[in-house]
């Protein structure tokens, strides 16, 4: 017979074999010094996991468990009721703050429009062109000097 398997000495210990297997894995270990070993130690290891329970787990899991639930009342939700409160005060802010930028705004007291550069009727002949025309009408404008050669002319 070969060597006892991990599974089989675990079985062996733990006593899930039938008694006749368990019979010939103990004549095996009593003949065999390396099964013998892993025998002792598995038992050893038992024996110190067994000293260790306090108490055996019994009973209904799920009782306990409803037992356990019914002793500490549930405490309600807190983000539900602190909810309504912030959505009033965002919507408070919002609406203070469009009002003071509106009031800020119409009364004069708003930032001045920026600067746009140049008067552009007064900047020269050519630029009234650009300020009369319709954009399609410059567009048109800019095509024909493209194609004559950009309205350049040679002075030779």
């Known amino acids: 017979m070969s ?11 733990s006593g899930e074999l039938p008694p006749a297997h368990a019979a010939a894995l103990e004549a095996h270990a009593a003949a065999c010094p390396d099964c013998a070993a892993r025998v002792r130690a598995q038992r050893g290891l038992w024996s110190v ?44 802010i919002g609406i203070g703050t469009g009002y003071g930028a509106a009031e800020w705004t119409l009364r004069g007291a708003g930032p ?36 004559d050669g950009g309205g350049t002319e040679d002075a030779s």
């Open 3 to 13: 060597h006892l398997t991990p599974t089989e000495v675990i079985r062996l210990v």
């Open 112 to 147: 001045a429009p920026a600067p746009v550069g140049p008067d552009l009727a007064t900047a020269g002949p050519d630029v009234e062109l650009l300020v009369t025309m319709s954009p399609v009408g410059l567009y048109a404008a800019l095509s024909d000097l493209d194609a």
């Open 49 to 92: 996991l067994g000293a260790d329970r306090e108490r055996t787990p019994g009973g209904d899991l799920a009782a306990a468990v409803v037992r356990r639930l019914n002793e500490r009342p549930a405490e309600p939700l807190r983000i539900w009721s602190r909810t309504p409160v912030r959505v009033a005060a965002a919507v408070l």
